[in-house]
Nanobody
Framework: QVQLVESGGGLVQAGGSLRLSCAAS????????IGWFRQAPGKEREFVSA????????LYADSVKGRFTISRDNAKNTVYVQMNSLKREDTAVYYC????????????????????WGQGTQVTVSS
């Protein structure tokens, strides 16, 4: 089992930037796609971005496209999401999780298929 730990959240003004990290421990997550999701109060968990096992392909929700950039460093067992031009509506708890399909080039957006969820990191964007 892979343990994922998110970090990098915080309070930022609208228009600002944050970089979130998703660090893996235990079993390596090399070979697996990683997804980022977020959940705002009173709302369902929603897809933000995902990256294939080798970083060759990425996928973004329309709401973050052009503002967020996902990347990974397999040597460090870490996936990042650089969040720029943050908006109030980006306020949420952000989670990372592992797609259990090994060496897959298909990026999935449904939270139910992901495993090994982290505890989340709070991102709050003020106006």
């Amino acid at each position: 089992q892979v343990q994922l730990v998110e970090s990098g959240g915080g309070l930022v003004q609208a228009g600002g930037s944050l970089r979130l990290s998703c660090a893996a421990s235990g079993r390596t997550f090399v070979g697996y796609a990683i997804g980022w999701f977020r959940q705002a109060p009173g709302k369902e968990r929603e897809f933000v971005s995902a990256i294939t096992w080798n970083g060759g392909s990425t996928l973004y929700a329309d709401s973050v496209k052009g503002r967020f950039t996902i990347s990974r460093d397999n040597a460090k067992n870490t996936v990042y999401v650089q969040m720029n031009s943050l908006k109030r509506e980006d306020t949420a708890v952000y989670y990372c999780a592992r797609d259990p399909n090994l060496i897959s080039q298909v990026l999935r957006t449904i939270p139910l298929v992901y495993r090994d969820w982290g505890q989340g990191t709070q991102v709050t964007v003020s106006s």
